[in-house]
């Protein structure tokens, strides 16, 4: 019976409790004040505030804790202490937090402060979650890499070009192809999206008029909210088929819809918002004097914008770049259903190949098994990808940032 | 200046190509602005073009006796011994029903009995079994039945599949899709919009014309209530911190460093943290709308966190002031009036987030939610708790059907796209028009 299940509950319960103090305490002041509640130093809602927190945070918090305990026991093969136990524990530590919290309250407490306090708590707890994911992330990807190269040789990993996994054992599971496929989808990606996404970012702050700006911006804008399966299945019904038909078969040079250059036209498509309106921004925040003064001094408008406003507006750019191509390497569905399975070293971009991200998806998707390394590589390969976005992120937002101050 | 001919009134060579560059530049960058649009409508039109017959089905019109001697041979009405008839014992009496059709419209063909069984979908048997047991009454009569068609013989309507291909294709003939064509146009078998579409469960491999968006969709309602009941709040909460109490410190340093570098961080790589975490750590189920609802909570918070700012530092500070100048505290400050204020713009954040949120698929890939589910996941059940039963969601149900073999997905995951980006559209014009409504310059 699902209703006997939410009725007995732990957060139920714990509510339940929390709802008893409130109006346990906000009783107590009540009758405290004999009905006259100027005599207390704050209202009785405030006191009835303060008991419903002390009931709920150190409940919540304990239950977060004893899990935590129980996880890590579990993981170790501890039996630390039952869900019976944990059950009455929390329940035992809500109900001293509301039992302490009545017996305070009266007539002098400063309820307010004491339930702001509560509140303010909340607050660093939920902007902590936060830093609590990166360290998730981090130690998730740390812990299985680390059995990973208990396992398999980091020279081989790093330096290896032979990638083909193998269930029954002996797989040669080097980075270095899919690290090419990776670095040359991105390429052919931000070849595309740089120059048009600069372009039009020039010319709709440099030359576009009011109307002009209001129609091309969401236009561009819509790119960037179509979701990243989309992209793929574009790249995977059209793009594709469109790409071995009309260049790679006639020109000899592959016959499969599937490669490097179908995913990274597609790429460079959905990257172009994203350089557009990073570099829109950084451009329109040239101060307009400079360009004043290179009008003054006779230069056309083309001659302003290449001389003067995008030097101004490189380190931005650059960082929107850079941005960018964090993105490309990351970017996972285009690659999955555009570039192939193909772990390959090869200069033709009309040939499948398959990056990082792929990898990642198809050792960690269907049978698992977390103790060999053709599973545990996925987490490698987290960490690697992981390792290089933050780097360029880190960089790209020390390049925006150091640009900023220059101006404002 | 040596020679005359040099008047300001005439252009000489120099400014001519200057002038040059300068429209060359231009045709550039309108250039770069063409082929964004242009890319933009070529992707839907593709998407929208290969999408739309989804949303039509063929049905075959038949009746069907249901003779008690196959059906029911104990005599006794009880659905337990009725239920042992398997859908193959349906299968043949529908193929008769179509056979007798075929003969009274007096149209002739070579197609043998099992040539004629392939132009009924697998999934019809199915349907006419659940029917006939749910109604017992039936049996002994007749039935009339809108049963689904081939996927060939449906591709056929929509122009999917045509003579030549048939030609060369195992599963239908040239001959089939003439006889289909002649019971089109005497009626009995009709195209028209398809619910089944937007409500069914997912498919086996075999029959694509069955396959619907009815549990991904729900799959997907679930993951975003999860992600609104917890990113909503602790993106608010955290927001108010970071803009109205944080101290200078190193902790609100490192807070906003992270918060700006999750925004960046792959979604695959919040896909193995909720494989390493939720799942193998934690003990949650795999595939499940809560763990689903996890991953997309974390990645979509920085989403929410910076907009929910934005919208916190858009409050002049004098609504503050007033606040606490008539003795208020400074949370009453900020929970009485300053949120208030903001909500219009955290609510368009929260709904891009969302949004955002909705059309993610690498992730979901990680957790399991690939897995072939055909049962409707519950919302809560004993066994598997709140949002714990298998589900799969509407891009990662794109991606399932893409990596089968029978072409009849393929329109089926152009479909799901189209309803996907239906939702999108819904979402952010939503978004859009809040903002429009509650903008407010101070």
């Known amino acids: 019976m699902w209703v006997i299940d939410v009725v007995f509950s732990l957060p139920v319960l714990v509510l339940g409790l929390a709802i008893l103090g409130f109006t346990g305490a906000r009783t107590r002041v009540l009758v405290a004040?004999?009905?006259?509640?100027?005599?207390?130093?704050?209202?009785?809602?405030?006191?009835?505030?303060?008991?419903?927190?002390?009931?709920?945070?150190?409940?919540?918090?304990?239950?977060?804790?004893?899990?935590?305990?129980?996880?890590?026991?579990?993981?170790q093969g501890i039996e630390t202490l039952s869900a019976r136990t944990g059950f009455w524990v929390v329940l035992a530590v809500a109900a001293i937090g509301g039992v302490s919290a009545i017996r305070r309250s009266s007539a002098g407490f400063r309820a307010r402060v004491a339930s702001e306090t509560w509140i303010k708590s909340l607050l660093i707890a939920a902007s902590l979650v936060a830093i609590l994911t990166t360290v998730g992330i981090v130690l998730s990807m740390l812990f299985e890499a680390i059995h990973f190269f208990r396992q398999y040789s980091w020279r081989d990993f790093f330096f290896s070009t032979d990638w083909a996994p193998n269930f029954r054992g002996n797989s040669a599971l080097g980075i270095l192809p899919l690290l090419w496929g990776t670095l040359y989808v991105s390429f052919i990606a931000l070849m595309l999206a740089v120059p048009v996404g600069l372009f039009s970012a020039i010319y709709l702050s440099e030359?576009?008029?009011?109307?002009?700006?209001?129609?091309?911006?969401?236009?561009?804008?819509?790119?960037?909210?179509?979701?990243?399966?989309?992209?793929?299945?574009?790249?995977?019904?059209?793009?594709?088929?469109?790409l071995r038909d009309y260049f790679a078969q006639p020109l000899g040079l592959g016959g499969s819809a599937s490669s490097v250059m179908t995913a990274g036209l597609v790429m460079g498509i959905m990257l172009i918002p994203f350089v557009s309106s990073l570099s829109d921004d950084t451009i329109n925040a040239v101060p307009q004097a400079m360009r004043d003064g290179s009008y003054a001094l006779g230069a056309t408008r083309?001659?302003?914008?290449?001389?003067?406003?995008?030097?101004?507006?490189?380190?931005?750019?650059?960082?929107?770049?850079?941005?960018?191509?964090?993105?490309?390497?990351?970017?996972?569905?285009?690659?999955?259903?555009?570039?192939?399975?193909?772990?390959?070293?090869?200069?033709?971009?009309?040939?499948?190949?398959?990056?990082?991200?792929?990898?990642?998806?198809?050792?960690?998707?269907?049978?698992?098994?977390?103790?060999?390394?053709?599973?545990?590589?996925?987490?490698?390969?987290?960490?690697?990808?992981?390792?290089?976005?933050?780097?360029?992120?880190?960089?790209?937002?020390?390049?925006?940032?150091?640009?900023?101050?220059?101006?404002? | 200046m040596t020679t005359t001919a040099n008047s300001l009134l005439v252009r000489d060579d120099r400014t001519k190509r200057r002038n040059a560059a300068e429209l060359r530049f231009r045709a550039y960058g309108l250039g770069a602005i063409g082929i964004a649009a242009l890319a933009l409508v070529l992707l839907l039109s593709s998407v929208l073009s290969s999408g739309v017959g989804a949303f039509s089905q063929t049905f075959i019109t038949l009746e069907t006796s249901l003779p008690e001697a196959k059906l029911n041979?104990?005599?006794?009405?009880?659905?337990?011994?009725?239920?042992?008839?398997?859908?193959?014992?349906?299968?043949?009496?529908?193929?008769?029903?179509?056979?007798?059709?075929?003969?009274?419209?007096g149209i002739t063909t070579s197609l043998s009995d099992k040539n004629v069984d392939a132009m009924i979908s697998k999934e019809a048997a199915a349907s006419l079994r659940d029917h006939v047991l749910a109604n017992p009454d039936l049996i002994g009569g007749k039935v009339t039945m809108d049963?689904?068609?081939?996927?060939?013989?449906?591709?056929?309507?929509?122009?999917?599949?045509?003579?030549?291909?048939?030609?060369?294709?195992?599963n239908t003939s040239p001959e089939a899709l003439r006889v289909a064509q002649r019971l089109a146009d005497a009626g009995v078998i009709e195209t028209r919009f398809n619910w089944r579409f937007l409500t069914a469960p997912d498919a086996s491999d075999q029959r694509p014309e069955a396959a619907g968006l009815g549990v991904a969709i729900l799959g997907s309602l679930y993951m975003m209530l999860v992600v609104l009941v917890l990113a909503l709040p602790i993106g608010v909460a955290a927001s108010i911190y970071l803009e109205e109490f944080a101290p200078r410190n190193r902790l609100s340093d490192l807070i906003e460093v992270n918060i700006s570098n999750l925004a960046a961080v792959p979604s695959?790589?919040?896909?193995?943290?909720?494989?390493?975490?939720?799942?193998?750590?934690?003990?949650?189920?795999?595939?499940?709308?809560?763990?689903?609802?996890?991953?997309?909570?974390?990645?979509?918070?920085?989403?929410?966190?910076?907009?929910?700012?934005?919208?916190?530092?858009?409050?002049?500070?004098?609504?503050?002031?007033?606040?606490?100048?008539?003795?208020?505290?400074?949370?009453?400050?900020?929970?009485?009036?300053?949120?208030?204020?903001?909500?219009?713009?955290?609510?368009?954040?929260?709904?891009?987030?969302?949004?955002?949120?909705?059309?993610?698929?690498?992730?979901?890939?990680?957790?399991?939610?690939?897995?072939?589910?055909?049962?409707?996941?519950?919302?809560?059940?004993?066994?598997?708790?709140?949002?714990?039963?298998?589900?799969?969601?509407?891009?990662?149900?794109?991606?399932n059907w893409t990596q089968r073999a029978d072409p009849g997905f393929a329109e089926r995951a152009s479909g799901a796209i189209i309803v996907l980006l239906v939702f999108l559209a819904v979402m952010n014009t939503v978004a859009i028009l809040l903002r429009r409504h509650f903008e407010r310059r101070w």
């Not at chain 2, 799942?279 to 997309?296: E, T």
């Open chain 1, 207 to 242: 030359y576009a008029g009011p109307r002009m700006r209001s129609v091309a911006k969401p236009l561009i804008e819509i790119l960037a909210g179509i979701p990243t399966i989309v992209y793929g299945l574009f790249a995977l019904i059209t793009v594709g088929p469109l």
């Open chain 2, 268 to 399: 695959i790589v919040f896909g193995i943290l909720g494989l390493a975490i939720f799942i193998n750590f934690s003990g949650l189920r795999q595939s499940s709308p809560l763990v689903g609802g996890l991953v997309l909570t974390l990645m979509t918070l920085p989403t929410i966190i910076i907009s929910t700012r934005a919208a916190l530092k858009s409050v002049p500070p004098s609504i503050r002031d007033a606040a606490l100048a008539v003795g208020a505290s400074k949370m009453q400050s900020v929970f009485h009036h300053v949120l208030p204020l903001a909500a219009p713009g955290i609510l368009t954040g929260t709904i891009i987030g969302l949004a955002q949120a909705l059309g993610e698929t690498a992730p979901l890939l990680l957790i399991g939610m690939v897995a072939f589910v055909r049962e409707y996941p519950a919302a809560y059940s004993h066994e598997a708790g709140l949002f714990g039963e298998a589900a799969t969601a509407l891009p990662v149900q794109v991606f």
């Open chain 2, 73 to 105: 041979k104990s005599g006794l009405r009880d659905p337990a011994v009725m239920a042992k008839v398997s859908t193959f014992g349906y299968a043949p009496l529908l193929r008769d029903a179509l056979l007798t059709r075929i003969a009274e419209l």
């Open chain 1, 302 to 408: 083309s001659e302003t914008i290449r001389q003067v406003v995008i030097p101004a507006a490189l380190p931005g750019i650059m960082g929107a770049v850079l941005l960018a191509a964090s993105r490309a390497i990351g970017e996972t569905m285009i690659v999955v259903l555009g570039a192939g399975a193909a772990a390959r070293l090869s200069l033709n971009p009309f040939e499948a190949m398959t990056t990082i991200t792929v990898k990642i998806v198809s050792q960690l998707t269907g049978d698992t098994d977390f103790a060999s390394p053709e599973t545990l590589v996925a987490f490698a390969l987290g960490l690697t990808l992981f390792a290089f976005t933050l780097g360029l992120n880190v960089l790209a937002l020390m390049i925006v940032r150091k640009y900023r101050e220059q101006y404002e």
């Open chain 1, 33 to 75: 004040a004999r009905g006259d509640i100027r005599s207390l130093s704050d209202l009785p809602r405030a006191h009835g505030l303060n008991a419903f927190f002390s009931v709920i945070i150190p409940a919540v918090a304990s239950f977060v804790l004893l899990s935590l305990v129980r996880l890590i026991g579990n993981q």
């Open chain 2, 147 to 170: 049963v689904l068609a081939d996927g060939r013989i449906d591709g056929y309507f929509k122009g999917r599949v045509t003579m030549e291909s048939a030609a060369r294709d195992g």
